[in-house]
């Protein structure tokens, strides 16, 4: 004779709960989730949860005296000269100073070209 | 110059290059310690160490994974080696998949709410993630934000994977809790 299966309830649904979350669940959980509208939620809420985490992106810059930080360590150590300017390691200009620089090279070629 | 120009050259102590790679990549570095430790002041020590790590190893990355996948490993161990001179509860190893009676799910049938599901912006989340409990802040983050697999934060946590799965669910689950509570807060203010 034909034996009707025993119906999961929410405990013994809510049990192995992390492994369906994970990777789905057989017959009898998904049965169980059709008719549940409380395991159904919660199961639902919890992948929404998950799904919107993935879309949380890196917002915030560190403040500048991290940077100064790993600097004067890494002069400490040895492992770099001391800087010349505030927030440069030694040997290599600043944009900005590159830039003045090349600025003016650019109008005095330009002053003696006029002249000639 | 690409970043693979710029790491060939930053491994033969090219100072400019390393400036660049740390602008590259300081701001994910910065979050993920900032999300792993929930402290301004503790982030900003630990992306300064870990890329004074990186300037130190450099030399030794072969290439294998992504530059980003390596450094934020890297960043990931200098925060999980400072959690653990703190003395900061990360994992439980006596825990189990068994959920346990005030983070388990509640059997109270007929208490249906509505779901979560577009009523939740990013600032809520992550104040709320905020206010989880450290242990289960790290394996979320971990997982959930920085998507490493169970059996990569059982390796670097030194736990197991059964461990860091129980943790991941109860932290979701506490999550749950916060963030309908904040929707019940605001609802009740309006």
């Known amino acids: ?116 | 110059m690409s970043e693979a120009e710029a790491i060939d050259r930053a491994k033969q102590g090219d100072a400019v290059c390393f400036e660049l790679l740390y602008g590259l990549h300081k701001r994910r570095v910065y979050s993920l310690c900032l999300r792993m430790t929930g402290n301004t002041a503790e982030a900003e020590d630990l992306t300064q160490e870990a890329f004074l790590q990186l300037y130190r190893k450099i030399a030794t990355f072969r290439g294998e994974s992504a530059f980003s996948t390596w450094l934020h490993r890297l960043a990931v161990n200098v925060v999980l080696m400072h959690l653990r001179k703190k003395g900061l509860p990360e994992v439980s190893l006596e825990e189990t998949m068994e959920p346990q009676q005030e983070d388990g799910p509640r059997k109270d049938i007929g208490a249906r709410d509505n779901v979560l599901a577009g009523s939740i912006d990013r600032v809520n989340l992550e104040r709320a993630i905020e206010s989880l409990p450290p242990g289960y802040r790290i394996i979320f983050v971990l997982h959930d934000i920085e998507g490493y697999e169970h059996n990569e934060i059982a390796e670097m946590m030194g736990c197991s994977i059964g461990n860091s799965k129980s943790q991941l669910h109860k932290a979701r689950m506490k999550l749950r809790d916060l963030l309908k509570t904040s929707r019940a807060e605001k609802a009740a203010k309006r």
């Not at chain 1, 008719?35 to 917002?59: G, W």
């Not at chain 1, 505030?86 to 900005?96: A, E």
Request: hydrophobic residues 45%; negative net charge.
């Open chain 1, 1 to 116: 004779m034909f034996q009707r299966e025993e119906v999961m309830n929410c405990a013994e649904f809510q049990k192995v709960l992390p492994y369906i979350i994970e990777s789905g669940g057989n017959a009898e959980e998904e049965a169980h989730l059709r008719e549940c509208d409380v395991c159904s939620d919660l199961v639902q809420d919890l992948r929404y949860i998950a799904e919107q985490a993935k879309l949380l992106l890196p917002m915030h810059d560190p403040s500048p005296k991290v940077w100064d930080g790993i600097q004067e360590n890494l002069q400490r150590e040895g492992l770099a000269k001391p800087a010349r300017a505030r927030g440069r390691l030694l040997g290599f200009p600043s944009l900005p100073s590159l830039s003045i620089f090349l600025l003016l090279f650019a109008a005095a070629a330009v002053g003696f070209g006029l002249l000639k």
